[in-house]
């Protein structure tokens, strides 16, 4: 795990410089790029999610691109479009912001459905399709988008086959007292989050994330007992009394991937029940519908996945 370890302490110490506290989010950022994965942070405004991603792409020296999304939004506005050459009378194709390798999506459930539908190609295939014509995106291609959990007037919420392309979902706390006044404290010293230049963050050949990425996918052990740890996880999801809907097959590959990454950032080369457990939040809350009865109880997600892996036997 030579390539993985170069690369996470690197980030850890790159973003330290630019993020206070934060640890959890950022470790599954950092999942969601190793696993080449799609991230949804959900949190608050004023909480440093954006500026994450955007020294994430500085640290790793990366294409950033951002995306607003607005009621009026189109699909040609984030995919690009043909636009008629007048002198040579052809149509030539203008890459839209998907054209990168990390694209923040910031308040994606403020995008109207048909735009919302048009990520579905990119973050599944690594891919634009334009009048027929396929245009591939960067082997780093990686979304990132964020949402507001408490602002509904004017949003649309993304569909069940649009939340399960996302890896991850991302619950982005508030900082504790001792951070909040850290953040005060280098705001004072000249900290300016628009001009992250003078932080000299050092930039990271992006082979080596590729390294680490192969390292993760041929190199984590997973035992045969693991995979059906997995699928009961999974499974009972389906079979919870309190959920309409439970967690796909989709869903059982992502948890084992990000078990693996989870093991590779604890420097093993196999997987334990604990790495499954520490994955199933953030891969699974989002992929889950709870029924009114359980909501009218004030049940959420997470409790019920932690009750269900309270449940399961764990393998020995």
């Not at 939340?163 to 900082?175: E, G, M, S, T």
């Amino acid at each position: 795990m030579q390539a993985v370890s170069a690369v996470v302490s690197h980030l850890r110490a790159q973003m330290s410089k630019v993020i206070v506290g934060q640890s959890a989010m950022l470790d599954q950022c950092l999942l969601a790029l190793l696993c080449r994965g799609h991230a949804l942070l959900e949190g608050v405004p004023g909480i440093a999610k954006t500026l994450t991603i955007k020294a994430l792409a500085g640290a790793l020296r990366l294409q950033f691109q951002r995306v607003q999304a607005t009621s009026d939004l189109m699909p040609a506005d984030i995919l690009g479009t043909n636009v008629l050459n007048m002198a040579t009378s052809t149509f030539a194709f203008h890459a839209g912001p998907v054209f990168t390798d990390l694209l923040l999506v910031d308040e994606i459930n403020r995008m109207p459905p048909r735009t919302q539908a048009a990520l579905l190609e990119c973050m599944e295939e690594q891919q634009v399709t334009v009048d027929g014509a396929r245009h591939p995106l960067s082997a780093f291609f990686t979304v990132f988008a964020t949402q507001n959990p408490i602002e509904f007037e004017g949003t649309y919420p993304l569909p069940e086959a649009q939340l399960d392309r996302f890896l991850l979902k991302i619950n982005v706390a508030y900082p504790s007292a001792r951070e909040e006044a850290q953040i005060l404290s280098r705001f004072q010293q000249g900290f300016d989050s628009h001009d992250l230049s003078p932080l000299g963050l050092e930039a990271l050949d992006p082979a080596l994330l590729a390294r680490a990425r192969e390292e993760i996918r041929t190199g984590i052990r997973v035992e045969e007992s693991l995979f059906d740890y997995v699928v009961r996880v999974v499974r009972g999801t389906r079979e919870s009394p309190a959920l309409t809907l439970g967690a796909s097959p989709r869903a059982a590959v992502f948890l084992m991937q990000t078990a693996k990454a989870m093991a590779a950032l604890d420097a093993r080369d196999y997987i334990i029940p604990d790495d499954v457990k520490g994955a199933a939040l953030p891969v699974l809350r989002h992929r889950v519908l709870l029924k009114p009865e359980a909501e009218l109880e004030g049940l959420s997600p997470d409790q019920i996945i932690q009750d269900l892996l309270r449940t399961i036997e764990v393998p020995q």
